[in-house]
């Protein structure tokens, strides 16, 4: 393993004493960041246990790592993908996986997005890749700890859009994936009594513009019925009371990002009861903002607050960064409130494509602060040489209640450990991001 540790002073929140002593004491979030590889193999990574040894593992490309050391790596798919670098002195250099940090050109790896669970219910995590947009879907099955390359099952042979997810869109229970098929948004589930077989796409939208590259998709449910709706970046499409038969999905057209961004998310970011909608406003460029749900008697309509954006002034704490191709949504301290991770996706479209491609690949995490002026968004860096693909997963893999990050991009796979303590006042104001501009919030 070639492992890097890298630690960042990232945010300080107060927490009174349980003793009711006079004393507080300021909790320090930190991370580690261990480099689990610097060969590009996927846009995605995620956690599951894949061994049952009651520890999270990383799943990134065609490797898992065994947690909590990640030091032991196996191998799932055939990993005979490689390229040449031609070094100063003429020499050539094969090296495994897509070109990505340590070359020059742009390439794209064959994986998107990845998540774990158990398809089959045999009791083994199985991994599910969204493979390059617009081509199949499939998850790997776990052989129960047998060597060799696991069983790779087809089930989607179309996943389009740039940001599809795995989630619980319909409530039964179980996730879906949720992306756009042959023209249209929808979502596609199995029979559960034989997963390995296709599954079935079922479109909630008529057909429309969207292809493989569109970005920007989410759920969330919007309107607070307790059904999950469908949101992209020109609205929302309104789950129905039934889905028996498969009906239309009520579409609620609002201009979110109209080049489309990442993840999206509906959460109640204000507190007043109502959910919200968060999203980046373009993949390639620049912004992130969260839209306050707005009742009006026509229905619910939104005011955009875009808290950070192209010019550092945009945002009170003087931060901005390009390209923010995927969102996670956690409660990172502990505070019961949601907070956005998000970062810059290293070299999308090369060295040379899109806004600021060399500029550092950072990784924050925004935390949510209800005041009495508003919301804010606190912008904590985590790390400035990792950044984010078109993934990043937060989950809490050793049960202290704070979450650790894994991201796998053109850079390599990252693992970013939470680290918790205990400082004195004076270590805390020094962490304390500065306000620097006074625009409002």
């Not at 495994?96 to 790896?109: C, I, M, V, W």
């Not at 960064?321 to 409130?337: C, E």
């Not at 400082?423 to 501009?437: E, I, S």
Request: glycine share 12%.
């Amino acid at each position: 393993m070639n492992a890097m540790k890298h630690l960042t002073l990232a945010c300080l929140t107060i927490v009174m004493l349980a003793n009711g002593a006079k004393a507080q004491s300021f909790t320090l979030h930190a991370f580690e960041k261990v480099r689990l590889t610097d060969r590009f193999w996927s846009e995605g990574a995620t956690f599951g246990d894949f061994n049952k040894d009651g520890n999270q593992d990383v799943a990134s490309g065609p490797y898992w790592w065994e947690g909590p050391t990640f030091s032991a790596r196996h191998t799932f798919y055939p990993d005979n993908r490689g390229w040449q670098k031609k070094h100063p002195d003429g020499s050539i250099q094969t090296i495994q996986g897509f070109e990505g940090a340590l070359g020059t050109k742009n390439t794209y790896s064959r994986n998107f997005l990845a998540f774990a669970h158990d398809f089959n219910a045999d009791g083994w995590d199985d991994i599910l890749i969204l493979g390059f947009p617009g081509e199949e879907s499939a998850w790997h099955e776990n052989p129960q700890g047998a060597s060799g390359y696991w069983t790779r099952h087809i089930i989607l042979d179309v996943t389009d859009n740039e940001s599809p997810t795995f989630a619980d869109l319909t409530g039964d229970g179980r996730p879906e994936i949720i992306c756009s098929s042959g023209g249209h948004y929808g979502y596609a589930s199995p029979d559960w009594k034989h997963p390995e077989k296709p599954w079935k796409f079922r479109p909630v939208t008529p057909k429309g513009p969207w292809q493989r590259f569109t970005h920007g998709m989410g759920i969330g449910d919007v309107n607070n019925d307790g059904h999950m709706d469908l949101l992209a970046k020109e609205g929302w499409w309104e789950q129905p009371a039934g889905l028996e038969g498969d009906p239309a999905w009520k579409h609620h057209p609002y201009p979110f990002s109209p080049g489309g961004g990442a993840q999206m998310y509906a959460y109640d970011v204000d507190g007043d009861g109502d959910n919200d909608v968060i999203t980046s406003i373009a993949a390639h460029g620049y912004g992130l903002a969260w839209y306050e749900n707005i009742p009006t008697p026509e229905g619910i309509s939104f005011e955009n607050h875009t808290f950070m954006n192209k010019e550092a002034s945009e945002n009170r704490y003087g931060v901005s960064f390009s390209q923010l191709h995927a969102i996670d949504l956690i409660d990172m301290d502990g505070d019961g409130l949601k907070d956005i991770i998000t970062g810059k996706r290293f070299w999308a479209h090369g060295p040379n494509g899109d806004a600021e491609p060399n500029a550092p690949a950072v990784l924050y995490w925004f935390k949510l602060d209800r005041n009495d002026k508003g919301v804010d968004f606190i912008p904590h860096l985590i790390d400035d040489n990792s950044g984010i693909g078109t993934q990043v997963m937060a989950k809490d893999i050793d049960g202290d209640g704070y979450p650790e990050l894994v991201v796998g991009n053109k850079k390599g796979t990252f693992v970013h450990r939470h680290l918790v303590q205990e400082v004195d006042r004076d270590t805390w104001m020094r962490a304390q991001p500065k306000v620097l501009h006074s625009n409002s919030l």
